[in-house]
């Protein structure tokens, strides 16, 4: 099922960079555009997030330009992130099933990573990894192909 745009067109779910205030390039941002209107709009679970981390970054920022990678950061933007390096067809009808087995295969590496950091009694890796497994379970992909809006 699409996502579609205010002016009735399919949107594609694609990896893109974003370029904040001229000052920050962020790579690996998911977003859903339209082909026809050239609008876009980030994944809403990943939104708060990158507004967030945009908003601390400007705040420090000596540097007068910088790049992020935001899948290096937020777990929804990596998977989508490693599911475009994989070639997958992100505007196939099947992305659904396909980010959900994906997402099933991630929280049980992060399971497996939490109890490495656990057994090191690592608690900074374990409150990582902990933030990273919540951003997912939290995260349901067919809520997102709902009319755009």
């Not at 679970?45 to 981390?53: D, G, I, N």
């Not at 933007?77 to 390096?85: I, N, P, T, V």
Request: with cysteine; glycine share 2%.
């Amino acid at each position: 099922m699409p996502r579609w745009c205010d002016c009735n067109q399919p949107m594609n779910l694609e990896i893109r960079t974003v370029i904040f205030a001229k000052k920050i390039e962020v790579k690996n941002v998911p977003i859903f555009s339209c082909m026809s209107c050239s609008t876009y709009e980030v994944l809403k679970p990943v939104k708060a997030h990158l507004t967030e981390y945009l908003e601390a970054i400007e705040l420090s920022l000596n540097d007068p330009y910088q790049v992020v990678f935001f899948s290096d950061i937020d777990e929804v933007a990596s998977l989508f992130s490693d599911l475009y390096k994989r070639n997958v067809e992100m505007d196939s009808e099947k992305i659904g099933d396909i980010v959900e087995a994906f997402k099933e295969e991630r929280i049980n590496l992060l399971l497996d990573v939490y109890q490495c950091a656990l057994q090191m009694n690592d608690e900074s890796w374990m409150r990582d990894t902990q933030r990273r497994l919540e951003q997912l379970s939290q995260f349901q992909f067919e809520e997102h192909f709902s009319e755009a809006g």
